[in-house]
């Protein structure tokens, strides 16, 4: 029932770190209703499904490929993610298990989670489609008032190689 002026504020709330719609049908039994558009997260996203799908922003930035490509959140001058090694403090402050991976530091062990975790995410977003499937990325985005290549994650290059010969 939102306007085009609702539908904005709550991109804009979204952009500026909320994770959610409000009103989206969050436990409300939602049922897409035919001819009108739907916007979710791929974390709301769990348990519905569209007709067709559209997922944008696939991209490296998004995805890591390894562990020396670029991380959203990633300081360089402060060689690290200072979230993951304020995190990695605090458990061990506390004395609950840090979840660091093996002779990994916890910017190298948080950015496994980071990719793992999208991974998931991108499944599902892949599983909410019926019939129709649009994956699309960015060819460049801007950081620091500068232009950057995006390249394509790498799990895009091993979804088209497995489809590539399928028979639709």
């Not at 020396?68 to 200072?82: E, Q, R």
């Not at 793992?116 to 801007?142: D, F, H, K």
Request: hydrophobic residues 35%.
């Amino acid at each position: 029932d939102w306007r085009l002026p609702e539908l904005a504020e709550q991109l804009n709330e979204i952009a500026r770190g909320r994770h959610h719609l409000r009103n989206a049908g969050v436990d409300l039994g939602y049922d897409p209703e035919p001819g009108r558009i739907s916007l979710s997260t791929q974390h709301s996203a769990k348990g519905k499904e569209w007709d067709v799908v559209f997922l944008v922003g696939i991209d490296s930035l998004w995805i890591p490929g390894d562990l020396d490509d670029t991380f959203l959140g990633t300081i360089d001058f402060m060689n690290g993610d200072p979230t993951a090694e304020s995190r990695a403090a605090l458990l061990h402050l506390m004395e609950i298990e840090s979840s660091i991976y093996p002779g990994r530091s916890a910017t190298d062990s948080a950015h496994i989670d980071i990719i793992c975790e999208r991974l998931r995410l991108l499944y599902v977003g892949i599983t909410r489609a019926r019939r129709v499937l649009n994956i699309s990325r960015s060819q460049q985005t801007r950081r620091y008032e500068k232009e950057y290549d995006a390249p394509a994650a790498t799990a895009m290059k091993i979804i088209y190689e497995s489809n590539r010969d399928y028979k639709y």
